[in-house]
């Protein structure tokens, strides 16, 4: 990353097979930023009650979102000017979400600016890439007049101008196929689209809408119902509510993301043989292609609509609230009928009209989805909720019949048609069956089954993360978020590590398990379905403490905890135990634990005399779950290699990787960028607060290069793959990364409103130690991996641990309690550090010629 490289494509014309599809770390940090963004929007429709406002602020938002999508899905690259093009841009989306809704005038200029550091990116593209120069300078000027149109609320803010904004980007990437598609007809191929188009990654093209609905459905539902505590226990109303707004969201990332009868991926001769199946929009036709990206928004748009409509009905249901009654009824008429019409109408784009389009369903849940509108005529905000729920369960009803009826005419077609033509010939791993991945969840039950066994260690499996996982994974870091908010209140650093060891030992259980048995299929949308409802109920009890004592948790909390490992332990390990002995005596033993979690939970609200000993006691046995488990297996097998390897079982190292780093990534924009994003004018300097939030988006720039850019591990080189004590090492140094993280972003919201005026103690000392903690745990985590280049290496472990001792002095040689400290102070100071060591180890990467990037 620290080399410059001249512009390139990502694909042309003639490489459109190749499979790509990777989205930088970069990206992954400011898509958080964009759908925190659209979450907040709720605040203010909530007050005004103005749905076109909202939909016009949204499409700001997306505006920015898409033309980077589109710039991206053609040039982007690993490299360093691409970082700092990310990096500018993170800032700029700060300040948007920031003034999200406090300004209209500052909004428009951070989206504006957002849109002309695109045009100076299409600007470099057309200087230094011949091939694509028209390409980028027509798309160059439609980003800088773009950026014009919104930074001019400076001098005019009505609302003509964000109307022009919704329509201004589709307008001109239309006009632009049709320039190309005329140029085609008149001088031939060589001529338009070889000279003026360049085609987009379709796979990261998915990837990035897929993540889009999945980030709005989480960040609308999920973030916004998981802290509404108060309400979910004073008005039974509002937690029904509640869990109402949670099955809406579950049961439309199952209808969308585990439905895979439109995988664009299906067998090429299955489409064949069906002639009915379907084609993804983006390779059917240019009409298909151009009618599916003007989609996308309102899907989203109705999704995110939706998610507003549920919060302001528990809104209404908690304190009768006219405004919110009025907006909840609108926005669930309108959010779930926009968002399923569209869905359904996209879908229908892929296939034929006179096979696929009736074979579907999709007049019926057309049909269905109009019925939303009814909600206009109920006048009982609670009445709506119901109404909302059980059409949804309809159209997913519906869905799956089908679906499943779907599946079966095509395996039928198929052996009919391979029975009548000899010389077409259908392999048999491309024919539907119950143990097929492909397969959407309904229509597999499967017993549990090992990823992997010590027989095909080295089999490379992906990293099989499934949707659920990404679901809930924002439940964690929105958990993180109410911790940094609570600790504003009562600033009880050890209550606050108790339960961010709760949030962890949950979540350490379910990455046991899905590293060895993860599956897509019906079972276990079941129980990562009830999983997460029992996590969501957690977070309800977390945000609930409205008083807070050492060592008190609110009875909610506790309950939920109970529930939660109890659970985990039957509907995740025993079942493993009644149906795979293979694994028998491993998962017997984490059930065991789970029941031990949940005994200690019950145990710690029955007896207040030794809650803290018991809370102790739990945090131990869930930060030592891995290394107690190695010396029980120690004690019992021996260190016969034979023995040891009937208890344990290999994991996916592929998953290993891949989640813990997307749950860094993750918490770093939730929990550090996301509640740091101040507006400046609200305090009383302004000017140091704005510098303070650049502090706080560039530091978590810093942290990123640091996880991802200076030193990406390669599956042989990870520490799992070295020793069991390297392992051990590593897991146990993952929840003391994520909780310095955490802590980093609830010490960075301490001081930031105090930036010119004293900083206090304990907030200096609470972000100094968060910071060196974080360092300690970088340096040891990196010891523990294998080296790609081995001076180097330890260079790097040496400028970690350097960051470390830099941020641990001021505790050990200042005295922080000097009223002269500025808040700001102790943040800029934290931002250096992290600057000289990322960049430090960039450096050391450049000068010994190691490429992290050939090890991602």
């Not at 379709?202 to 509404?228: G, K, N, T």
């Not at 079982?649 to 997307?662: Q, T």
């Not at 470390?804 to 050990?812: Q, V, W």
Request: hydrophobic residues 50%; neutral net charge.
């Amino acid at each position: 990353m620290f080399r410059a490289k001249s512009p390139r494509l990502r694909k042309d014309w003639d490489s459109l097979a190749r499979q790509d599809g990777k989205v930088t770390a970069d990206e992954l940090l400011w898509v958080v930023i964009i759908t925190m963004g659209v979450a907040g929007l709720r605040e203010r429709v909530l007050k005004s009650g103005d749905l076109v406002e909202y939909a016009l602020h949204f499409f700001v938002i997306w505006g920015v979102y898409s033309s980077a999508i589109y710039y991206s899905g053609r040039f982007n690259d690993y490299d360093r000017i691409h970082g700092e093009l990310w990096a500018v841009f993170l800032l700029a989306l700060l300040f948007m979400v920031a003034a999200l809704n406090h300004s209209i005038v500052i909004f428009g200029v951070c989206a504006g600016s957002a849109h002309l550091i695109l045009a100076l990116a299409y600007i470099r593209v057309a200087l230094r890439l011949e091939r694509a120069r028209c390409y980028a300078a027509y798309f160059c000027l439609v980003e800088f007049f773009n950026g014009l149109l919104l930074v001019s609320l400076v001098s005019n803010t009505s609302i003509q101008i964000l109307w022009i904004n919704v329509f201004f980007e589709s307008f001109f990437q239309g006009l632009h196929k049709f320039i190309v598609y005329r140029v085609d007809t008149l001088y031939g191929e060589e001529f338009g689209r070889l000279k003026l188009d360049v085609p987009g990654d379709f796979d990261y093209i998915i990837a990035r809408y897929e993540s889009s609905h999945m980030m709005i459905l989480v960040c609308s539902f999920l973030f916004p119902l998981a802290i509404q505590g108060n309400a979910f226990l004073h008005s039974r109303s509002a937690a029904i509510c509640i869990i109402l707004g949670f099955l809406y969201a579950l049961i439309a990332k199952l209808c969308f993301f585990d439905s895979k009868e439109h995988e664009a991926s299906a067998p090429i001769s299955i489409r064949h043989v069906c002639k009915s199946h379907w084609i993804h929009p983006l390779r059917r036709s240019r009409l298909s292609s151009r009618l599916f990206h003007m989609s996308i928004p309102l899907s989203v748009f109705g999704f995110a609509l939706t998610g507003v409509g549920f919060i302001a009905a528990v809104q209404a249901l908690a304190s009768d609230n006219d405004q919110a009654k009025s907006v909840a009824r609108r926005a669930l008429a309108i959010g779930p009928c926009l968002s399923w019409c569209v869905l359904f109408l996209t879908m229908a784009l892929g296939g034929p009209f006179n096979r696929f389009f009736l074979d579907s369903g999709t007049p019926a849940k057309l049909l269905l989805s109009t019925s939303f509108l009814f909600n206009l005529g109920l006048s009982q905000v609670f009445h709506n909720c119901i109404f909302t729920i059980g059409i949804q369960l309809l159209i997913f009803f519906l869905h799956i019949w089908i679906g499943n009826r779907r599946l079966s005419q095509e395996s039928r077609s198929i052996t009919r048609a391979t029975d009548e033509n000899s010389t077409l010939v259908v392999p048999s791993s491309q024919i539907p069956t119950e143990n097929d991945d492909t397969l959407p969840f309904y229509a597999s039950w499967r017993q549990p089954r090992l990823l992997k066994d010590w027989s095909r260690l080295d089999a490379r499996l992906g990293d099989r993360v499934s949707s659920h996982e990404h679901f809930f994974t924002v439940l964690v870091a929105v958990a993180c978020w109410i911790l940094n908010n609570n600790l504003q209140d009562h600033r009880d650093i050890v209550l606050y590590c108790i339960q961010f060891v709760y949030i962890w030992a949950g979540l350490a259980m379910t990455m046991r398990y899905a590293a060895r048995f993860n599956d897509d299929d019906g079972a276990h949308a079941v129980i990562w379905s009830l999983y997460q409802l029992l996590l969501l109920c957690l977070l309800e009890g977390l945000s609930a403490s409205s008083t807070f004592q050492h060592f008190k948790l609110s009875n909610l909390f506790q309950i939920a905890a109970i529930a939660l490992f109890g659970f985990l332990a039957v509907g995740f390990w025993l079942r493993i135990v009644i149906f795979l002995p293979r694994a028998r005596p491993f998962a017997l033993a984490l059930a065991a634990v789970c029941f031990i979690h949940s005994g200690i939970s019950a145990l710690a609200g029955s007896f207040s005399e030794l809650r803290g000993i018991l809370l102790v006691l739990f945090c131990v046995i869930a930060l030592s779950t891995d290394a107690l488990l190695v010396c029980g297996m120690r004690l019992t097998h021996g260190n016969s290699l034979e023995m040891l390897h009937q208890f344990d079982l290999p994991l996916n190292i592929e998953y290993v990787i891949a989640r813990y780093g997307g749950l860094q990534m993750e918490i770093l924009g939730v929990a550090v960028i996301v509640p740091n994003a101040y507006f400046p004018t609200a305090y009383p300097h302004p000017p140091l607060v704005a510098a303070g939030v650049a502090c706080a988006g560039l530091t978590a720039v810093f942290i990123k290069i640091l996880l991802f850019d200076a030193d990406a591990t390669a599956p042989e080189r990870h520490a799992v793959r070295q020793s069991q004590g390297r392992a051990l090492l590593f897991f146990t140094l993952s929840p003391i990364t994520l909780f310095s993280i955490s802590l980093l972003g609830g010490a960075f919201s301490l001081l930031l409103p105090r930036a010119g005026s004293q900083a206090g103690e304990h907030r200096a000392r609470l972000l100094f130690g968060a910071s060196s903690i974080l360092f300690a745990s970088l340096t040891a985590t990196k010891l523990s991996h294998a080296a790609q280049q081995y001076r180097a290496h330890c260079v790097k472990a040496i400028l970690t641990a350097i960051g470390c001792l830099a941020t641990l002095a001021p505790i050990l040689f200042l005295d922080l309690d000097d009223n002269s400290i500025s808040g700001l102070i102790p943040v800029v100071w934290t931002t250096l550090v992290c600057f000289f060591v990322s960049f430090s180890q960039l450096a050391v990467n450049a000068a010994f010629f190691v490429d992290p990037a050939t090890c991602m």
